[in-house]
């Protein structure tokens, strides 16, 4: 290799990997964790829909959840998460429908390397177990009422600004539920893998695939579900930033394993978040902008 070559080869590299450090936002997947953070002294507020739903009647009732959420950047490469939920369960409107405010999920994350394209961190969650635990169909992997620990190895390759992949293992410890008059259960603890493919159309759009998977400790993850410890789902993923900050999401996740597709063949995900500095505070956009006055200059004398 002579040195021209040499020279713009090198030159092709570090521009590609310059260019990782640099990623146009919305940047996240729906499900699996990125080793991107919230920037330190920012704030996210989100809201999210989801809507677990069967093809077969009388075979799953429906279930809704709503979840507004809080993140914010503490260091770099630091971030804390809220999450406060609200479940339905049944159809809205008819008589089985229930609402019961869900649990508080409080998660910390730490993305501790990053190395060129690559980056790994860890996130660890605690869930506060305010949600109904005497629901028998109320599958673990909503409000149920039990105090949950998850621990997540999180990895992520950004092969170049717009096209990156993630992989997250994950240790799910789920708790007991308390079912009143009847005996305690013990929901059984589980491995989950997530993996995703995210690529931005634009620094404004986002699309992608996500494959998660869970394999519980036991058939019986609930007293209603007894055969159900095999999931796999697909989730397809697109996000939009509306402006600067906000960005909303959409999502039709499909089951794969009749384990899950007996609990629900399909669920809705919508939903949106915005980050702001807490310092300015929200930088809303206004229909007519105030444009500052500009000054001519006076000629100057010779």
């Not at 809220?82 to 369960?89: D, M, N, R, S, T």
């Not at 708790?175 to 603890?189: A, E, I, K, Q």
């Not at 579900?225 to 959409?250: C, D, M, Y």
Request: net charge neutral; hydrophobic share 40%; glycine share 8%.
């Amino acid at each position: 290799m002579n040195a021209r070559s040499f020279t713009f080869a090198l030159s092709v590299a570090v521009s590609l990997f310059s260019s990782a450090t640099v990623w146009a936002k919305p940047y996240r997947a729906m499900v699996t964790r990125t080793a991107s953070t919230t920037r330190p002294g920012n704030l996210e507020l989100g809201l999210r829909y989801q809507g677990f739903f069967s093809l077969e009647q009388g075979k799953s009732l429906p279930y809704h959840q709503v979840s507004p959420s809080i993140r914010w950047g503490i260091v770099d490469n630091v971030e804390a998460n809220v999450y406060f939920e609200v479940l339905g369960i049944g159809t809205p409107g008819e008589n089985n429908f229930q609402v019961a405010f869900g649990d508080i999920p409080l998660g910390l994350q730490w993305t501790f390397l990053e190395a060129g394209p690559l980056a790994l961190g860890a996130y660890g969650r605690v869930t506060f177990p305010t949600g109904p635990s005497d629901q028998d169909a109320i599958q673990p992997l909503l409000s149920d009422g039990t105090w949950d620990i998850e621990g997540t190895l999180i990895a992520e390759l950004r092969v170049t600004k717009n096209l990156r992949f993630m992989l997250n293992p994950s240790y799910l410890h789920h708790g007991t539920r308390d079912r009143g008059s009847r005996p305690d259960f013990d929901v059984p603890d589980a491995l989950q893998l997530a993996v995703a493919g995210t690529y931005n159309i634009n620094d404004q759009t986002l699309v992608g695939l996500e494959v998660i998977g869970r394999r519980y400790f036991a058939p019986t993850i609930t007293p209603t579900w007894t055969n159900n410890a095999n999931q796999v789902e697909i989730i397809p993923v697109v996000r939009r930033e509306l402006f600067p900050g906000l960005v909303l999401e959409a999502v039709a996740g499909i089951a794969v394993t009749p384990d899950l597709s007996d609990i629900y063949n399909f669920r809705f995900l919508l939903g949106g978040t915005y980050e702001f500095d807490l310092a300015s505070g929200p930088n809303l956009p206004t229909k007519n902008p105030v444009k500052k006055p500009t000054t001519k200059k006076k000629p100057t004398k010779r």
